[in-house]
């Protein structure tokens, strides 16, 4: 084999970079594997002594780090010394949706990994084989290449001699199963346009994935895969979503229809729950992205299709407000609503993109004071995402001091029970396992009379909610339920 991989160095020590460098690393003990980015504090915090304050949360993950951390696993912000020791560099950094100029509000903001590109390029030496890891949009990898060949022409770095391959890799990582998808994957996607460096990158993954899991295209095709995939997976969840709204107006049951659906082998029954909306750093900017990509190929009609897909999760999400006030007769202001769940989905402490950041901005735009309890996301992340006034822990600053709105009617609280105390409605969004072992006597003794359970993630089982005096409306129900009558 032509290359031979002994030093890998990833840029970007984030929810994507950190865990798929802990797994390299643990499967590869033959390998060096250094991640590098530029947020000091996220270098200390994967370097803190205590695994249970790693700044990613994922089952499994901070045995990876214990096992490897120090070992073959090393994070620091020595970009130029692990740029220049490394024979492959993974580029993992944040690519957001641009908020001004052209394509504001759908392309993706490319100017991380070109910053990247360019400091590869300036202390790269001999022969470096440039991954991106990062979701990008189709045809990156040239602008990368582009970058890169300059320098072998520039007097910068001329003396090194570097040169260069550019492979697209993405990942198809779901955050709260990263380490069992990163060590079981469906398969591994390589793009490339040359073959010594794809048998390069193959070999690393060889040491835990089977051939046939080793899929090679070329590198547009995988680029365009990457954003494929997550657009089917999101409209998958806008389609059974629009469906939920159906089965509530027509008496229908969401969950009855989903296994109906989902027992046809053509459909198949994953990615079919009906919930708050989609959230994650992913599925909207990748949608957004693919739409700005339609338009600017000239296909409007394309890029409308999709275009619809996020509509429909953002027209969701308000919906849900709305019938949490229309069931509280119609208003909401100075009733306290508790809010179970803040992150994405379960089993993350990742809010991006959540759908309890639009729903709970809604309740408290109409007066709603809200207890909100999440196991694993930290109050001054909520008020991050909420945007109202916050101290920060690490330095004990006020952040947004000078935020006038006032949407800062809400608090945080540690313990579910202590979240319901007094409050008119409980809205759960998203699903931690806790949440189905709720103890829903005492809940209801705790709480405003009459009281409502609003459930948008079915975990709660139906009886044992209403069977003590509480009303319950669960997403995509349109059974008719007696409301709640007290008789405890
Ligand atoms: C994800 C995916 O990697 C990517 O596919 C998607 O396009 C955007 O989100 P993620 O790991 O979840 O990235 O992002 P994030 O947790 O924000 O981590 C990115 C890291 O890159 C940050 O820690 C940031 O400080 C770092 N970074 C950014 C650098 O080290 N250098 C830069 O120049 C820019
Ligand atoms: C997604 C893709 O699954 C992954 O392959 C890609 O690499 C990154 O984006 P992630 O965003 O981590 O992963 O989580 P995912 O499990 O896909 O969930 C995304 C959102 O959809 C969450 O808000 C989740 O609650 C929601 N969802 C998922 C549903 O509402 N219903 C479902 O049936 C599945």
């Given at each position: 084999?032509?290359?031979?991989?002994?030093?890998?160095?990833?840029?970007?020590?984030?929810?994507?970079?950190?865990?798929?460098?802990?797994?390299?690393?643990?499967?590869?003990?033959?390998?060096?594997?250094?991640?590098?980015?530029?947020?000091?504090?996220?270098?200390?915090?994967?370097?803190?002594?205590?695994?249970?304050?790693?700044?990613?949360?994922?089952?499994?993950?901070?045995?990876?780090?214990?096992?490897?951390?120090?070992?073959?696993?090393?994070?620091?912000?020595?970009?130029?010394?692990?740029?220049?020791?490394?024979?492959?560099?993974?580029?993992?950094?944040?690519?957001?949706?641009?908020?001004?100029?052209?394509?504001?509000?759908?392309?993706?903001d490319l100017k991380w990994v070109e910053v990247c590109a360019r400091q590869v390029a300036q202390f790269a030496r001999g022969h470096t084989i440039v991954v991106e890891k990062s979701?990008?949009?189709?045809?990156?990898?040239?602008?990368?290449?582009?970058?890169?060949?300059?320098?072998?022409?520039?007097?910068?770095?001329?003396?090194?001699?570097?040169?260069?391959?550019?492979?697209?890799?993405?990942?198809?990582?779901?955050?709260?199963?990263?380490?069992?998808?990163?060590?079981?994957?469906?398969?591994?996607?390589?793009?490339?346009?040359?073959?010594?460096?794809?048998?390069?990158?193959?070999?690393?993954?060889?040491?835990?994935?089977?051939?046939?899991?080793?899929?090679?295209?070329?590198?547009?095709?995988?680029?365009?895969?990457?954003?494929?995939?997550?657009?089917?997976?999101?409209?998958?969840?806008?389609?059974?979503?629009?469906?939920?709204?159906?089965?509530?107006?027509?008496?229908?049951?969401?969950?009855?229809?989903?296994?109906?659906?989902?027992?046809?082998?053509?459909?198949?029954?994953?990615?079919?729950?009906?919930?708050?909306?989609?959230?994650?750093?992913?599925?909207?900017?990748?949608?957004?992205?693919?739409?700005?990509?339609?338009?600017?190929?000239?296909?409007?009609?394309?890029?409308?299709?999709?275009?619809?897909?996020?509509?429909?999760?953002?027209?969701?999400?308000?919906?849900?407000?709305?019938?949490?006030?229309?069931?509280?007769?119609?208003?909401?202001?100075?009733?306290?609503?508790?809010?179970?769940?803040?992150?994405?989905?379960?089993?993350?402490?990742?809010?991006?993109?959540?759908?309890?950041?639009?729903?709970?901005?809604?309740?408290?735009?109409?007066?709603?004071?809200?207890?909100?309890?999440?196991?694993?996301?930290?109050?001054?992340?909520?008020?991050?995402?909420?945007?109202?006034?916050?101290?920060?822990?690490?330095?004990?600053?006020?952040?947004?001091?000078?935020?006038?709105?006032?949407?800062?009617?809400?608090?945080?609280?540690?313990?579910?029970?202590?979240?319901?105390?007094?409050?008119?409605?409980?809205?759960?969004?998203?699903e931690w396992d806790e949440y189905s072992f709720i103890d829903w006597e005492r809940v209801s003794k705790m709480m405003r009379h009459p009281a409502w359970v609003f459930d948008a993630?079915?975990?709660?089982?139906?009886?044992?909610?209403?069977?003590?005096?509480?009303?319950?409306?669960?997403?995509?129900?349109?059974?008719?339920?007696?409301?709640?009558?007290?008789?405890i």
């Open positions: 084999m032509k290359y031979k991989i002994k030093n890998i160095c990833c840029i970007g020590a984030g929810y994507v970079g950190g865990p798929t460098m802990a797994v390299i690393a643990d499967k590869c003990p033959n390998i060096n594997v250094e991640v590098i980015d530029i947020n000091k504090e996220r270098i200390d915090d994967w370097n803190n002594k205590d695994f249970e304050k790693l700044p990613v949360y994922e089952p499994g993950l901070a045995e990876i780090v214990k096992r490897c951390r120090g070992r073959n696993l090393h994070f620091s912000n020595l970009l130029e010394e692990k740029i220049k020791n490394a024979d492959m560099v993974f580029i993992s950094v944040n690519t957001p949706t641009k908020t001004k100029g052209v394509g504001a509000g759908k392309a993706s979701t990008l949009p189709v045809r990156t990898a040239e602008v990368i290449k582009s970058i890169l060949e300059s320098s072998q022409s520039s007097t910068l770095n001329f003396s090194n001699n570097p040169s260069f391959d550019v492979l697209s890799n993405p990942e198809f990582l779901s955050e709260g199963t990263a380490i069992n998808d990163l060590t079981n994957p469906d398969r591994v996607l390589i793009g490339g346009d040359r073959k010594d460096a794809i048998e390069a990158l193959c070999e690393v993954y060889r040491n835990w994935v089977s051939e046939e899991k080793i899929l090679k295209t070329n590198v547009w095709s995988s680029e365009l895969a990457k954003l494929t995939a997550n657009a089917f997976l999101a409209q998958r969840i806008s389609s059974i979503n629009s469906i939920s709204a159906l089965c509530e107006a027509t008496g229908a049951d969401v969950r009855e229809v989903s296994r109906a659906i989902g027992s046809d082998n053509r459909i198949g029954s994953k990615f079919l729950d009906s919930g708050p909306g989609f959230g994650g750093s992913c599925f909207k900017k990748d949608i957004l992205n693919l739409v700005y990509l339609s338009e600017y190929f000239g296909l409007p009609e394309v890029g409308d299709f999709w275009k619809g897909v996020v509509e429909l999760n953002s027209w969701h999400q308000h919906r849900i407000s709305k019938l949490v006030v229309k069931n509280l007769f119609g208003t909401v202001s100075g009733k306290k609503i508790s809010i179970l769940g803040f992150a994405f989905k379960a089993n993350t402490n990742d809010t991006r993109e959540s759908a309890a950041i639009n729903i709970c901005h809604d309740l408290l735009e109409e007066g709603a004071i809200l207890s909100i309890h999440d196991p694993k996301v930290e109050k001054w992340q909520i008020s991050k995402d909420l945007g109202s006034k916050y101290l920060n822990p690490i330095n004990n600053d006020y952040i947004n001091e000078n935020n006038n709105s006032n949407i800062s009617e809400w608090s945080f609280c540690s313990t579910i029970y202590q979240a319901v105390k007094g409050s008119d409605a409980i809205l759960i969004l998203t993630r079915s975990i709660t089982k139906p009886e044992q909610v209403i069977k003590f005096g509480l009303n319950l409306w669960r997403i995509g129900d349109g059974y008719e339920r007696p409301t709640g009558d007290i008789k």
